[in-house]
């Protein structure tokens, strides 16, 4: 499959997932009184996404890779946030688990679009 725009990304598809995910476990009561924690791991989930549309538009592979390799630290940023989450029991543990796997999986579709970019 042509990739014609961002949204043919995978790692793009599937970072969407991720931040409809942490929206959605940051709207449970607990979490959202926690203003600073929700607000933080909200903007990181929004962040991997968005590094990943931004640097679609990019002149080269190099500064492509750059802003997917942005992404990959917000996504890392994520999965930080959801242990102090897991801390505090705004999220119990299968939430935890599905969410971090989530993130894993983000990962990994980041990192392999890095390597196909490598060797076009």
């Known amino acids: 499959m042509k990739i014609e725009r961002f ?10 997932e991720l931040a409809r995910d942490v ?4 709207k449970q009561t607990a979490f959202a009184r926690d203003r600073g924690l929700s607000t933080q791991i ?8 968005a590094n990943i549309a931004e640097g679609f538009d990019r002149r080269t592979h190099k500064e492509f890779k750059s802003f997917l ?4 630290a917000s996504n890392t940023e994520v999965k930080s946030h959801l242990y102090v989450a897991l801390d505090q029991q705004y999220v119990c543990q299968a939430e935890f688990e599905r969410v971090y796997a989530q993130c894993t999986t983000t ?8 390597k196909y970019l490598s060797t076009t």
């Open 42 to 49: 909200q903007r990181a989930a929004v962040s991997v996404m």
């Open 7 to 16: 949204e043919d990304i995978q790692a793009w598809q599937k970072a969407r």
């Open 69 to 72: 390799s942005l992404a990959l």
């Open 23 to 26: 929206y959605a476990l940051t």
């Open 107 to 114: 990962a990994k579709l980041i990192i392999g679009f890095m």
